[in-house]
Structure formats: C-alpha cells, structure tokens
C-alpha cells in the first residue's frame, strides 16, 4: 500500500483553495469542502464545511446503482448485465454512438421501449458531440439524455421488481424507494430528513451531509462491513466501471479518463454544481468534494489534489485535469489553476 505523502488526518475549518492564475496574479478563486472518510465514518481529510448537506447530483450513480446490481444473481442468464451495462447505469455519458446504442441494447433485453424513458430529450453537452448530433439528427431523444443509462436501469430493477414502471421516477415509486433505502443504508442518515429535490434528468435528487457521502463510497470502497449481497454488488460494479470506462462518461471526460487510468483501484464519478466523488478500494477510504460555488474545474483539480495527496501517481492523460493549464488562442501559455491547502506535496 503506498504511503501518503502528507501526514494525516488534516482537519480544518478552512476549504480548499483553488486559484486561477494569469501572469502570475489571482484573476479568479474557488473554495472547494472535502471529506474524505473511512467506512466508520472517521474523517482523514476534512476541509472547510462537511457537515454541511450537499447535492451530490450524479456523484451518486455508483449507489443507486447498487439496487439493480444486488439483482444480478436473480436475472436470467441471457439478460444478466454485462460488466459494462453496470458502468453504463453508472453513466453520465456524452451520447456518442456506443452510449446511445447500449442503452438501447440494455432496453431491449428486457423488451422495453425506449420510449418508457422519462428522461428528457437532450443535446450533449460535449462540443464534439453536438456538432455531431446537430449534423445528423433534427432533435435529440430521451435515450440521448446524459443520464438515459440510469434510467434505463431503474426500468429494468422495476422490471425484475414486478412492479408497473409508470411513473418509476417519482420518489414514492417502489423503485425509488428500493434506491432510497439502500442510500440511507450507507451514508447513515436520514436523507428525507435533509432537503430533497428534482434532478435534471426528473430523478430524485437527495442531500445530505458532505461527510456521509464520503462515507457512502467507503464502505462501496471496502464492502468488509457489508452485508455479502451488497458488497457483491459494489465489487460487481467496481469491476464494471473499471472494464468500460469510455460508457460512465466519454471522450473528453475525467469520469473515463480517470477510471481508465486507475482501473479498480479507484472507482469515480462527477456529478452537476461542483461535485467529484471516488471510492478508494485499497485504502478503503471515500471521498466527496464540493465546490461552494458549482464550478466544475475547481472540483476536478481539488480532486487531483487529494489523490496526489493520498501517494497516487498522476498518469499524464489526467494532468489536463487534476492540473490544467490557461493557453489562449495561439497556444500561449498564459496562467495556470492550482490548489493552495494543507493537502498541497509541492509548491
């Protein structure tokens, strides 16, 4: 097991400070929480506010996920998800053609139309794929929604349920609330106890505090403490975002990059509004960041910097990430974004 290269735990009430530099001055800031915890909930990195409840958005998709994977052993071995169905009902993908179409073959396994999707019609919101969409297509589908892949597997767990799937996205479906329980199950708290709300996709959108989704994707690190279906489950997951990376995101994307990079060491996903969580499977530990104000480049470069933290080598195919560059139009180097913490190796 590598060691980390700070001295932990870190704990302060100060966040992280993430700084977009040009000509050597801050032009811009982002203040960024961390918690990163253990399965017992023992914080080893706390920054800023973790008790603070958050929207994790997509970030959660590996746990909800888990309903569907803990159904594994019950399905019909001509319909059993494949690895990379499981990183597929993980996704929040760019819609390229491989995403579409495993959505599709998903759906089709199990004889549902695409058309029960409730997810709204989409354009992806990655430049190279728009352009390619709007080239060959007059409007985009529900399938093409970033998150069809999970609602397709919210069809196929009503499915396996035998329950009517008609409004599967409403909070009180029994759909949801299989998803709900096992959420609850793992960050330890009541989460209809914390404000709830609509994802964009019309998915229930849950909060809860900073600390207890790190501690959720603890315990999906090091399923030991969990009970054997479940951590199956996780494990069947890890393995399956680990074997299909490109299907959780896409190109351009940390999400494919990242868990490319690090296989099933390390099992990530962002989420919409400033959010990146990640499952350390051999350290066992969790993690969820937030930045306070949405900003997505702060959360990435904010996660970057705990990994560095934690003795992980950054791959270079990661680097545009975890330590971007400013360049403007004629590819000058122009300014930079970097952390400023006590979570920073190097200066």
């Known amino acids: 097991m590598r060691p980390p290269r700070k001295t932990l735990p870190i704990h302060s009430a100060e966040p992280l400070h993430v700084s977009v530099t040009r000509g050597g001055a801050e032009e811009s800031s982002h203040l960024v929480d961390v918690a990163l915890c253990d399965g017992d909930g023992t914080v080893i990195i706390g920054l800023g506010d973790i008790e603070n409840p958050v929207f994790p958005r997509s970030a959660m998709k590996p746990l909800q996920s888990i309903a569907l994977a803990e159904m594994l052993p019950q399905m019909d071995e001509l319909q059993r998800l494949s690895p990379a169905e499981l990183s597929l009902i993980c996704a929040s993908h ?5 995403h579409v179409e495993a959505v599709r073959g998903l759906l089709g396994k199990f004889d549902i139309s695409p058309d029960n999707l409730s997810c709204g019609p989409q ?3 990655d430049q190279t794929t728009l352009i390619e969409q709007a080239r060959t297509m007059e ?3 529900r399938i093409h929604n970033n998150c069809s892949g999970k609602h397709a597997g919210m069809l196929v767990l009503g499915h396996l349920m035998g329950v009517d799937t008609h409004n599967y996205a409403d909070v009180t479906h029994p759909v949801q609330q299989r998803i709900l329980g096992i959420l609850e199950a793992m960050t330890g708290v009541d989460l209809m106890g914390h404000p709830s709300g609509i994802d964009g996709c019309g998915a229930p959108a849950f909060s809860a505090p900073l600390g207890n989704w790190a501690r959720a994707f603890a315990l999906f690190a090091d399923g030991d403490s969990l009970a054997p279906a479940r951590a199956a489950a996780c494990q069947n997951i890890r393995n399956g975002v680990a074997s299909a990376p490109f299907l959780i995101a896409g190109d351009r994307r ?14 990530a996903k962002t989420g919409a509004e400033g959010v990146f969580a990640a499952a350390f499977h051999e350290l066992g530990l969790g993690i969820m960041v937030k930045a306070r104000d949405g900003n997505k480049r702060a959360a990435e470069v904010a996660l970057g910097a705990v990994i560095d933290c934690l003795g992980y080598e950054t791959p270079t195919t990661l680097r545009p990430y975890f330590q971007p560059e400013l360049r403007n139009w004629a590819g000058d180097l122009v300014g930079d974004i970097r952390v400023i913490g006590p979570i920073v190796t190097q200066a």
């Open 94 to 98: 760019n819609a390229q053609d491989g």
């Open 254 to 267: 940390l999400c494919s990059e990242l868990n490319a990079a690090f296989g099933d060491g390390i099992t």
């Open 123 to 125: 354009w992806s919101s």
């Open 139 to 141: 409007t985009p589908q």
